[in-house]
C-alpha cells in the first residue's frame, strides 16, 4: 500500500469509527440503563435515513433532516418503551424479544411507504467536494462526519458528567432500583432514555445517508456493527461505546483492502480474541461472557 | 409454565398414555400419503409444496427449541447452521461427484456441527441477552463468508440448480419424492426431539436452564451441556437445511442471515417453547403468514411482528401454552 492510500483509508476508517460511535452510544446508554439490548436499533437507524430522505425531498434541506430525524425518532421511542416494553418490566430477555417485533414492523412498514429499491441521498451543501489531502483528493463530507461525531462525543460527555439529567442517567445505570426508592419517577427516566437511544439511531442513520445509501438491509447491517462496538468496547458506557467505534471502524476499512473476501470475518475474530481475552469488552464494566 | 408433568401424565388412564404417540404416527402417514390422497383435489400439488415447505422449518423450529425450550439458550444465531447445512449439501454434491444421499446429508450434519462447536465454544458460556447477541453477531460472521466467498457459494447471486439426493439407486428429484424424503427426515427429527426430551440428558438440560449453579454444584459439567446442546441442535438444523436446499434447489445468502435466524426464534416462540408440538404448529403458522398470506396482503412481514409481539406480552407459552389453558379451563 501507498503511503496515500495508507491515509486515505485510515480517514475512511475514522470516519466509519465516527459513524459507528453516533449508532453504539444510543444502543449502549439504552443497555446500561435498562438492560435491553435495543434489537429494533437497527431498524431506528434505518427510519432515520427514511425520514432524512422524506424532508430532503420535501424541503431539500439536509440541515432539517439532521434535526426532524432524530425528534422523529425519539418521538417513536416514547411510544415505544412505555407501550410495550414497560408491561414487561425487569424480564429483561421478554423485552428483547420484543424489539425483535418492533424491528419486523418497521422495516416492513419502511418497504411499504418508501418501496424497496437503494436509494440515495445527495450531499449537502458545503460538503460536496472533495479537498486535497497530502496529494489526493478526499470528500470533504467524510471529514465532517468525524467532526459532527467528535462535538457530539463531547456534548454526550458533558451532559453526562455535568448535568441534573446525567446524574440521573448515571445513578440509573448503577442502581435502577435504589433510584425509583429514592423518589425518582423511573418510569419517566427510562421512557426518556429509550428515547434518546432511538433518536442517536436516528441521528446516525441520518449522518450515514449520504456516504452509505439508503436501502433495505442497512437496518442488518448497522445493528451487527453496532453489537459488536459495544462487545468490543464493553456495554453501557460512552467509553466502551467510543473505544470500540475507534477499533472497529479502521479495522473494517482495512480488512475491505488487505483480505477483501474475508474483512468481515477479520471485525469477528477481533470481537472474539477481544471476548477471550475481556469478557467484559475493552472498558466495560459488565462481563459479557463468563 | 403449566404443563401437565410427566408424573401426571403416566398415572392417567392407558388411552391417555397412548393417545399422543398414536396420533402422531397417525399424522406422519397422513402426511406421507398426502400427494395420494389429495391427488383429486384443487390445488394439491400447491398445498404439498407449502406442506414441505412447512415441515423443512419445522425441523428448523424443533432443532432451536433444543436450545430455547430445553436449555434455556436463546439463540439468535442459529441460522448460520440452517444455512451451512443448506451450503453443505449444495457443494459436496457438486463437488464430490456423487448425489447419494448419505454423503450430501452427511457434508451437510458435519460442517453445521463443525461450525456450532466453534461458535458455541466462544458463546455458550455467556448468559441470556448476552448468549442472544454473541450469537447473533457470530452468526453473522457465517453469513460474511457465504456472502463474500464468492467462488465456493456463489456470493450474492446464491447458489442455483442445487442437486436433489439419490437414495441407493433410487432418485429422489421428482417433486413427490423429495415432499416424502421431507416428510421421513421431519418424523426421524420429531422422533429425536422428543428422545431427547424424555432422556436424562435433556432432564439435565432443563436443570441447566432452570438452575444452573445447582446443576454445577450437583457435579454436571454445565458448560460442556450446553456446548453439547448447541452441536446438536446445529446439527440437526444442518439437516433441515439440507432439506430446504434440495426442496428450493436453491441456497442463497439469506438461508444464513439474522432474518432466518429471527424466523426460527420466532416460530417456536409463537409455537410454545420447550413442547414439541409448539415448534411444528409456529413453523406452520409463520410459513403460512409468509406464502400464503403473502400474496394476498403487502404487509404480512408487519402482520407477523405483531403477532409476535401478542405472544411475548400476553402468551409467552405460545399456542399449545394457551391450548393447555383453553382445554383446563373448559374441563373444570
Same mark, same amino acid.
Given at each position: 500500500?501507498?503511503?496515500?492510500?495508507?491515509?486515505?483509508?485510515?480517514?475512511?476508517?475514522?470516519?466509519?469509527?465516527?459513524?459507528? *460511535?453516533?449508532?453504539?452510544?444510543?444502543?449502549?446508554l439504552? *443497555?446500561?440503563?435498562?438492560?435491553?439490548?435495543?434489537?429494533?436499533?437497527?431498524?431506528?437507524?434505518?427510519?432515520?435515513?427514511?425520514?432524512?430522505?422524506?424532508?430532503?425531498?420535501?424541503?431539500?434541506q439536509?440541515?432539517?433532516?439532521?434535526? +426532524?430525524?432524530?425528534?422523529v425518532?425519539?418521538?417513536?421511542?416514547?411510544v415505544?418503551?412505555?407501550?410495550?416494553?414497560?408491561?414487561?418490566?425487569?424480564?429483561?430477555?421478554?423485552?428483547?424479544?420484543?424489539?425483535?417485533?418492533?424491528?419486523?414492523?418497521?422495516?416492513?412498514?419502511?418497504?411499504?411507504?418508501?418501496?424497496?429499491?437503494?436509494?440515495?441521498?445527495?450531499?449537502?451543501?458545503?460538503?460536496?467536494?472533495? +479537498?486535497?489531502?497530502?496529494?489526493s483528493?478526499?470528500?470533504t463530507?467524510?471529514?465532517?462526519v468525524?467532526?459532527?461525531?467528535?462535538?457530539?462525543a463531547?456534548?454526550?460527555?458533558?451532559?453526562?458528567?455535568?448535568?441534573a439529567?446525567?446524574?440521573?442517567?448515571r445513578?440509573?445505570?448503577?442502581?435502577?432500583?435504589?433510584?425509583?426508592?429514592?423518589?425518582?419517577?423511573?418510569?419517566?427516566?427510562?421512557?426518556?432514555?429509550?428515547?434518546?437511544?432511538?433518536?442517536?439511531?436516528?441521528?446516525?442513520?441520518?449522518?450515514?445517508?449520504?456516504?452509505?445509501?439508503?436501502?433495505?438491509?442497512?437496518?442488518?447491517?448497522?445493528?451487527?456493527?453496532s453489537l459488536?462496538?459495544?462487545?468490543?468496547?464493553?456495554?453501557?458506557?460512552?467509553?466502551?461505546?467510543?473505544?470500540?467505534a475507534?477499533?472497529?471502524g479502521?479495522?473494517?476499512?482495512?480488512?475491505?483492502?488487505?483480505?477483501?473476501?474475508?474483512?468481515?470475518?477479520?471485525?469477528?475474530? +477481533?470481537?472474539?480474541? +477481544?471476548?477471550l481475552?475481556?469478557?467484559?469488552?475493552?472498558?466495560?464494566?459488565i462481563?459479557?461472557?463468563? | 409454565?403449566?404443563?401437565?408433568?410427566?408424573?401426571?401424565?403416566? /398415572?392417567?388412564?392407558?388411552?391417555? $398414555?397412548?393417545?399422543?404417540?398414536?396420533?402422531?404416527?397417525?399424522?406422519?402417514?397422513?402426511?406421507?400419503?398426502?400427494?395420494?390422497?389429495?391427488?383429486?383435489?384443487?390445488g394439491? $400439488?400447491?398445498?404439498?409444496?407449502?406442506?414441505?415447505?412447512?415441515?423443512?422449518?419445522?425441523?428448523?423450529?424443533?432443532?432451536?427449541?433444543?436450545?430455547?425450550?430445553?436449555?434455556?439458550?436463546?439463540?439468535?444465531?442459529?441460522?448460520?447452521?440452517?444455512g451451512?447445512?443448506?451450503?453443505?449439501?449444495?457443494?459436496?454434491?457438486?463437488?464430490?461427484?456423487?448425489?447419494?444421499?448419505?454423503?450430501?446429508?452427511?457434508?451437510?450434519?458435519?460442517?453445521a456441527?463443525?461450525?456450532?462447536?466453534?461458535?458455541?465454544?466462544l @458463546?455458550?458460556?455467556a448468559?441470556?441477552?448476552?448468549?442472544?447477541?454473541l450469537?447473533?453477531?457470530?452468526?453473522?460472521?457465517?453469513?460474511?463468508?457465504?456472502?463474500?466467498? @464468492?467462488?465456493?457459494?456463489g456470493?450474492?447471486?446464491?447458489?442455483?440448480?442445487?442437486?436433489?439426493?439419490?437414495?441407493?439407486?433410487?432418485?429422489?428429484s421428482?417433486?413427490?419424492s423429495?415432499?416424502r424424503?421431507v !416428510?421421513?427426515?421431519?418424523?426421524?427429527?420429531?422422533?429425536?426431539?422428543w428422545?431427547?426430551?424424555r432422556?436424562?440428558y435433556?432432564?439435565?438440560?432443563?436443570?441447566?436452564?432452570?438452575?444452573?449453579?445447582?446443576? $454445577?454444584?450437583?457435579?454436571?459439567?454445565?458448560? /460442556?451441556?450446553?456446548?453439547?446442546?448447541?452441536?446438536?441442535?446445529?446439527?440437526?438444523?444442518?439437516?433441515?437445511?439440507?432439506?430446504?436446499?434440495?426442496?428450493?434447489?436453491?441456497?442463497?445468502?439469506?438461508?444464513?442471515?439474522?432474518?432466518?435466524? !429471527?424466523?426460527?426464534?420466532?416460530?417456536?416462540?409463537i409455537?410454545?417453547?420447550?413442547?414439541?408440538?409448539?415448534?411444528?404448529?409456529?413453523?406452520?403458522?409463520?410459513?403460512?403468514?409468509e406464502? =400464503?398470506?403473502?400474496?394476498?396482503?403487502?404487509?404480512?412481514?408487519?402482520?407477523?411482528?405483531?403477532?409476535?409481539? =401478542?405472544?411475548?406480552?400476553?402468551?409467552?407459552?405460545?399456542?399449545?401454552? =394457551?391450548?393447555?389453558?383453553?382445554?383446563?379451563? =373448559? /374441563?373444570?
Amino acid at each position: 500500500m501507498s503511503p496515500e492510500l495508507v491515509l486515505q483509508q485510515a480517514l475512511n476508517g475514522i470516519s466509519f469509527g465516527a459513524l459507528l *460511535f453516533i449508532l453504539a452510544a444510543g444502543l449502549s446508554l439504552i *443497555f446500561g440503563m435498562m438492560d435491553v439490548v435495543n434489537l429494533a436499533h437497527g431498524a431506528f437507524y434505518m427510519l432515520g435515513a427514511y425520514v432524512a430522505l422524506q424532508v430532503v425531498q420535501a424541503t431539500g434541506q439536509f440541515w432539517a433532516a439532521v434535526v +426532524i430525524a432524530p425528534v422523529v425518532l425519539g418521538l417513536v421511542g416514547l411510544v415505544i418503551e412505555p407501550l410495550l416494553l414497560r408491561r414487561l418490566r425487569g424480564r429483561h430477555l421478554e423485552q428483547v424479544l420484543l424489539t425483535i417485533g418492533v424491528a419486523l414492523v418497521i422495516t416492513d412498514l419502511i418497504g411499504l411507504v418508501w418501496g424497496r429499491e437503494a436509494r440515495t441521498l445527495p450531499f449537502p451543501p458545503g460538503f460536496d467536494r472533495s +479537498i486535497d489531502i497530502a496529494g489526493s483528493a478526499y470528500p470533504t463530507y467524510r471529514l465532517f462526519v468525524i467532526a459532527f461525531a467528535v462535538v457530539l462525543a463531547v456534548v454526550l460527555y458533558y451532559l453526562h458528567r455535568r448535568t441534573a439529567i446525567g446524574a440521573l442517567i448515571r445513578a440509573g445505570v448503577d442502581d435502577a432500583e435504589m433510584l425509583a426508592a429514592l423518589g425518582v419517577d423511573t418510569d419517566r427516566l427510562f421512557a426518556v432514555t429509550f428515547a434518546v437511544g432511538a433518536a442517536l439511531a436516528g441521528l446516525a442513520g441520518v449522518i450515514a445517508a449520504p456516504a452509505f445509501g439508503v436501502r433495505p438491509g442497512m437496518d442488518v447491517d448497522a445493528l451487527i456493527f453496532s453489537l459488536i462496538v459495544v462487545v468490543v468496547g464493553g456495554l453501557g458506557t460512552l467509553g466502551g461505546a467510543s473505544v470500540g467505534a475507534a477499533l472497529v471502524g479502521p479495522a473494517e476499512t482495512f480488512g475491505k483492502v488487505l483480505v477483501p473476501q474475508f474483512a468481515l470475518a477479520l471485525i469477528f475474530a +477481533i470481537m472474539a480474541v +477481544i471476548l477471550l481475552a475481556r469478557p467484559s469488552g475493552l472498558l466495560g464494566r459488565i462481563r459479557i461472557s463468563r | 409454565m403449566t404443563r401437565p408433568t410427566k408424573a401426571s401424565l403416566s /398415572r392417567g388412564p392407558r388411552v391417555r $398414555r397412548w393417545a399422543p404417540p398414536f396420533a402422531g404416527a397417525a399424522a406422519l402417514v397422513a402426511l406421507f400419503t398426502f400427494p395420494d390422497w389429495s391427488a383429486s383435489m384443487e390445488g394439491s $400439488r400447491y398445498a404439498s409444496t407449502i406442506l414441505r415447505d412447512m415441515l423443512v422449518f419445522a425441523v428448523y423450529a424443533l432443532s432451536l427449541d433444543v436450545l430455547i425450550g430445553r436449555a434455556g439458550m436463546p439463540s439468535l444465531g442459529h441460522a448460520a447452521f440452517f444455512g451451512g447445512g443448506a451450503y453443505a449439501a449444495a457443494i459436496a454434491a457438486e463437488r464430490l461427484g456423487t448425489d447419494e444421499l448419505a454423503v450430501t446429508l452427511g457434508a451437510a450434519v458435519v460442517v453445521a456441527a463443525a461450525l456450532a462447536l466453534v461458535i458455541g465454544a466462544l @458463546t455458550v458460556r455467556a448468559a441470556g441477552i448476552f448468549f442472544l447477541m454473541l450469537t447473533l453477531a457470530f452468526a453473522q460472521m457465517a453469513f460474511a463468508i457465504a456472502f463474500q466467498w @464468492t467462488d465456493l457459494t456463489g456470493g450474492s447471486n446464491g447458489f442455483a440448480g442445487v442437486r436433489r439426493p439419490v437414495l441407493l439407486g433410487l432418485d429422489l428429484s421428482p417433486p413427490d419424492s423429495i415432499y416424502r424424503l421431507v !416428510v421421513v427426515v421431519f418424523g426421524i427429527v420429531a422422533l429425536v426431539v422428543w428422545w431427547i426430551a424424555r432422556s436424562e440428558y435433556g432432564r439435565a438440560l432443563v436443570g441447566v436452564r432452570e438452575n444452573e449453579r445447582r446443576m $454445577r454444584a450437583l457435579g454436571y459439567d454445565t458448560t /460442556r451441556l450446553k456446548l453439547s446442546a448447541f452441536v446438536l441442535a446445529g446439527s440437526l438444523a444442518g439437516v433441515a437445511g439440507a432439506l430446504s436446499a434440495w426442496s428450493f434447489r436453491f441456497v442463497s445468502p439469506n438461508d444464513v442471515g439474522l432474518g432466518t435466524s !429471527v424466523t426460527g426464534f420466532v416460530m417456536v416462540l409463537i409455537g410454545g417453547a420447550g413442547t414439541l408440538l409448539g415448534p411444528i404448529l409456529g413453523a406452520g403458522l409463520v410459513l403460512y403468514i409468509e406464502r =400464503v398470506l403473502s400474496s394476498a396482503i403487502p404487509y404480512s412481514q408487519t402482520v407477523l411482528g405483531i403477532v409476535f409481539i =401478542v405472544f411475548v406480552l400476553a402468551a409467552r407459552q405460545g399456542l399449545v401454552g =394457551v391450548a393447555v389453558q383453553v382445554w383446563t379451563r =373448559v /374441563r373444570r
